[in-house]
């Protein structure tokens, strides 16, 4: 079994930014794609960027240029650098990653983007 946890995750100023981590653990052996989603209430999940084995990345049309996705080497780490933050970017965001067949989420991070 594949454990997800995410952090970073906090109140922030409009224009300010946040940094978030994902951190993998259990049953590693060959994580393929991690990424970010949100979901705000009464929204449906949105998409917001991923990153592949091969370092491919991209992202969802609403983040692109503010939002940075990384990972490191190993696969076992994945972070979202969050700038120009704007209230709509306010939700809770999972990281996810796919491993074979499988696809594991973490519980969630809250964003909070208020004045």
């Known amino acids: 079994q594949l454990q997800l946890v995410e952090s970073g995750g906090g109140l922030v100023q409009p224009g300010g930014s946040l940094r978030l981590s994902c951190a993998a653990s259990?049953?590693?052996?060959?994580?393929?794609?991690m990424g970010w989603y949100r979901q705000a209430p009464g929204k449906e999940r949105e998409w917001v960027a991923i990153?592949?084995?091969?370092?491919?990345?991209q992202y969802a049309d609403s983040v692109k240029g503010r939002f940075t996705i990384s990972r490191d080497n190993a696969m076992k780490k994945v972070y979202l650098q969050m700038n120009s933050l704007q209230p709509e970017d306010t939700a809770v965001y999972r990281c996810n990653a796919r491993q074979g067949e499988d696809t594991y989420w973490g519980q969630g991070t809250q964003v909070t983007v208020s004045a």
């Open positions: 990153t592949t084995i091969t370092g491919n990345k």
């Open positions: 259990g049953s590693i052996f060959s994580i393929n794609v």
